[in-house]
């Protein structure tokens, strides 16, 4: 497929390799096609990666990823053209973290609304699903964790864009992949990513994730 990839941080470098390695077709968008952090993403990429604006990945991917900023997020999206996601599948991996007060981060919207709603509100076209945001980007892809396989959380208001991402998710070796719901469900999801960073500060190590224990 081809994907486009919003974001030049270490989020979207680890999904951009990682959705290269299963032989999908990748462009990584940014500001400007010709910066340097996002040249230098689809050069360390490879397998034909190539640098683009942000409305150039938009229009290029068949499935969408946005790994911006909480808060750089909406004006990012203004900048790619919300024509340009209609009818696609977009993985929102977000997550509205502030950190003016320092850590443990809060959240620039929760509770009420999430960063989740307010993209599918922005892209009314497009087939939002949350994913990935509750992990760290060194286990988005391959996930291996000592105490087993953990799950992944998705939720999304259309059925068959959350069947696309469960596919893409299980390609990237998750092996559980729970379906909590609309996009509403970024209530939930996004403070969760709370509770892992305060683990994380805690224990000194980023590399956990959540598992539900069935009976």
Known sequence: MKIGILGTGAVGKSLAKGFAGIGDDVMVGSRDAQGEKVLAIAKEVGHGCRAGT???AAKFGEIVVICIPGAATENALKLAGPDNFAGKVVIDVT??????????PGLLVGHTDSAGEQIQRQLPKAHVVKALNIVGNPDMVNPDFPDGPADMFICGNDA?????VT???DKFGWTSVLDIGGI???RVLEPLTILWVMYG????TWRHAFKVIRK
């Open 95 to 104: 997550n509205p973290l502030d950190f003016s007060k320092g850590m443990p």
């Open 54 to 56: 942000f409305a150039d």
């Open 160 to 164: 068959e864009a959350k069947k696309t």
């Open 201 to 204: 500060s805690i224990k000194g």
């Open 167 to 169: 596919t893409i998710l």
């Open 184 to 186: 509403e469900g970024s």
